[in-house]
């Protein structure tokens, strides 16, 4: 039995629009987390985030619909698809700590792979010739980006490739959901997981007992929470809107599109990261950088490409008919 919902070229393309805006968005966020590592630890990062990102969440589910949407026949998905999100996120925050942010974005880029893989057994959904090739060029080219460095085989680079294998699993779960729970449903479910854990860990390690552990991304999960500086609360602010705006629109695009024609898209998150790079800390990628990051926009291009020519033989099709 196919348990997907049925998309039509006209969801996928939306779901597309939803994955653009949302990686912009997501891209933002950990660029901030990276900005803040710093000073504050993992834990109070995202505790602050995902509580803004909570209030967004209920006000995102009082425009669509009302509380009641707070309601769902399957907790214990929502809850692991949640929990999925926090392995994910503490996973890439980690080694965006310890590594240019190009670089650990390029390494999480095998989960488009992973979503294509996952999505044919689990979703039961058909990979056609030109999706297989583009997300292959895609591959490609992020595999270009990963030219081997001094710094590339830390432990650190081990993180981004669990971030995305978790990140893929949620994604599936996401699609599973999207059945009969709504893209804020999932989002208020996501920041209340990730508010509770969150302030458990800061509870039971929040006092920095464990810091002081001689690499960027343990000192990142083992500091102790402090009070934040008032120069720093736009920033968390900012941190909170792009996590709760970002979810909802993440769950909409997996949850309208296919997945396996979504995923590619996740790429545009690549060439910004390396901009945000760039001006933030004077990181800058090298001619393999370059190339790989052609080749992976110009797969993202053709599928969106290949898209509109399908919605343009349906609508023909139609007037025909």
Same mark, same amino acid.
């Given at each position: 039995?196919?348990?997907?919902?049925?998309?039509?070229?006209?969801?996928?393309?939306? /779901?597309?629009?939803?994955?653009?805006?949302?990686?912009?968005?997501?891209?933002?966020?950990?660029? @901030?987390?990276?900005?803040?590592? +710093?000073?504050?630890?993992?834990?109070?990062? !995202?505790?602050?985030?995902?509580?803004? /990102?909570?209030?967004?969440?209920?006000?995102?589910?009082?425009?669509?619909?009302?509380?009641?949407?707070?309601? @769902?026949?399957?907790?214990?998905?929502?809850?692991?698809?949640?929990?999925?999100?926090?392995?994910?996120? !503490?996973?890439?925050?980690?080694?965006?700590?310890?590594?240019?942010?190009?670089?650990?974005?390029?390494?999480?880029?095998?989960?488009?792979?992973?979503?294509?893989?996952?999505?044919? +057994?689990?979703?039961?959904?058909?990979?056609?010739?030109?999706?297989?090739?583009?997300?292959?060029?895609?591959?490609?080219?992020? $595999?270009?980006? !990963?030219?081997?460095?001094?710094?590339?085989?830390?432990?650190?680079?081990?993180?981004?490739?669990?971030?995305?294998?978790?990140?893929?699993?949620?994604?599936?779960?996401?699609?599973?959901?999207?059945? @009969? #729970?709504?893209?804020?449903?999932?989002?208020?479910?996501?920041?209340?997981?990730?508010?509770?854990?969150?302030?458990?860990?800061?509870?039971?390690? =929040? #006092?920095?007992?464990?810091?002081?552990? =001689?690499?960027?991304?343990?000192?990142?999960?083992?500091?102790?929470?402090?009070?934040?500086?008032?120069?720093?609360?736009?920033? &968390?602010?900012?941190? /909170?809107?792009?996590?709760?705006?970002?979810?909802?629109?993440?769950?909409?695009?997996?949850?309208?599109?296919?997945?396996?024609? $979504?995923?590619?898209?996740?790429?545009?998150?690549?060439?910004?990261?390396?901009?945000?790079?760039?001006?933030?800390?004077? #990181? &800058?990628?090298?001619?393999? /950088? &370059?190339?790989?990051?052609?080749?992976?926009?110009?797969?993202?291009?053709?599928?969106?490409?290949?898209?509109?020519?399908?919605?343009?033989?349906?609508?023909?099709?139609?007037?025909?008919?």
């Amino acid at each position: 039995m196919h348990n997907a919902i049925p998309s039509d070229s006209n969801d996928n393309l939306r /779901g597309i629009y939803c994955i653009l805006i949302g990686m912009v968005i997501v891209t933002i966020q950990d660029s @901030t987390v990276k900005w803040l590592s +710093p000073d504050y630890s993992l834990h109070q990062i !995202m505790f602050i985030r995902s509580a803004i /990102g909570l209030v967004i969440a209920i006000t995102i589910i009082v425009m669509d619909g009302g509380l009641q949407l707070m309601k @769902t026949r399957h907790l214990g998905l929502q809850l692991t698809r949640g929990g999925l999100l926090i392995i994910a996120n !503490m996973a890439l925050f980690m080694a965006v700590a310890a590594m240019p942010i190009a670089e650990a974005i390029a390494i999480f880029f095998v989960a488009p792979l992973f979503i294509t893989v996952l999505s044919i +057994p689990i979703l039961k959904e058909k990979v056609g010739p030109r999706r297989w090739l583009a997300v292959i060029i895609g591959l490609s080219g992020v $595999i270009i980006m !990963m030219e081997p460095t001094a710094g590339i085989f830390d432990w650190a680079s081990l993180l981004p490739l669990i971030a995305a294998l978790a990140y893929a699993l949620m994604q599936m779960l996401t699609r599973k959901l999207g059945i @009969t #729970d709504k893209a804020s449903t999932m989002t208020f479910y996501n920041q209340s997981t990730l508010v509770v854990v969150s302030l458990i860990i800061g509870l039971l390690i =929040g #006092d920095g007992k464990f810091s002081n552990m =001689g690499h960027a991304s343990l000192d990142f999960l083992f500091r102790a929470w402090i009070i934040p500086a008032q120069s720093d609360l736009w920033i &968390f602010l900012v941190l /909170g809107l792009t996590s709760g705006f970002g979810s909802y629109l993440l769950s909409q695009a997996y949850r309208l599109g296919e997945a396996n024609l $979504i995923a590619p898209f996740e790429y545009v998150s690549l060439p910004m990261s390396v901009v945000l790079g760039y001006l933030l800390w004077q #990181d &800058f990628p090298s001619y393999n /950088g &370059f190339a790989g990051m052609t080749l992976i926009l110009g797969a993202g291009l053709y599928v969106l490409y290949r898209e509109k020519i399908t919605i343009e033989k349906h609508l023909e099709q139609n007037q025909n008919g």
